[in-house]
């Protein structure tokens, strides 16, 4: 059984619909189907009274505003129940570990790439530390890789199209080339593995790696694909004393 929470809004419901739609196929029954309105969500009780009286196997939360999972959570370990745990998005910032701390223990979350954190990541695990030297803090938001690539991806771009087409980057008549050239002639291997403008191979593993993690005692664990992985799924530590 899997129970799947979502919040209403594009992101977090399509994300909800693709689960549903692939743990049906594996054969799982859908023992919670719940939506709750996007923005600030602090009173979880009425959805966890309804996991508590049919605990699933898993639970998903893809609302991802990493405060509201935080509540969820809190809240679950109230009275938890046998389950996996795993949540969209908000693990991966350093807000959710800063407001949790150890009660984070056992929850996955995933990537739709390679992160700073994936072992093996050379280029990740390098900008992660160069992060961390420059802003003195341990916990680094994936944000600040994006951003960062992003710039040096533009600029590249910017650098050759000023130099092969004489594209002035400052005027708006030239951005159409400039977005040519970013297409056309920009690949950049970063955080995030190998970054192509690609569209028909944009989703295959030719590019993209997803990743899974678990976090245990402030520390995130790559578990899945299994070569890059540096740990296997633990039971959580809510098991014991769990319903189910």
């Not at 054969?27 to 009274?49: D, H, K, N, Q, R």
């Not at 150890?102 to 995933?110: F, R, V």
């Amino acid at each position: 059984k899997v129970a799947i929470i979502y919040s209403d809004n594009y992101y977090s419901s399509w994300i909800a619909e693709g689960l549903k739609e692939n743990f049906q196929k594996l054969g799982y029954e859908i023992s919670l189907w719940e939506m709750v309105p996007f923005g600030t969500v602090t009173e979880w009780g009425p959805i966890l009274a309804k996991i508590r009286a049919d605990p699933p196997a898993l639970i998903i939360n893809t609302d991802y505003i990493p405060s509201n999972e935080a509540a969820f959570i809190e809240q679950f370990l109230e009275a938890p129940t046998k389950s996996h745990m795993f949540l969209q998005y908000g693990p991966s910032t350093a807000e959710f570990l800063e407001l949790l701390g150890d009660k984070a223990t056992g929850i996955l979350y995933n990537s739709p790439s390679l992160s700073m954190w994936t072992p093996g990541n050379k280029p990740g695990n390098e900008l992660h530390d160069r992060l961390v030297s420059l802003s003195g803090q341990q916990e680094i938001s994936p944000y600040l890789a994006y951003v960062y690539e992003e710039f040096w991806l533009y600029k590249r771009a910017a650098d050759i199209a000023c130099a092969w087409y004489g594209v002035d980057p400052a005027n708006p008549k030239d951005w159409p080339k400039l977005a040519d050239t970013l297409r056309e002639k920009t690949a950049w291997l970063g955080s995030q593995g190998l970054m192509v403008f690609d569209e028909t191979n944009a989703l295959s593993e030719k590019y993209a790696v997803p990743t899974i993690y678990q976090i245990w005692e402030g520390k995130r664990y790559c578990v899945e694909p299994s070569e890059y992985a540096d740990a296997e799924v633990r039971t959580p530590p809510w098991w014991e004393r769990g319903k189910g």
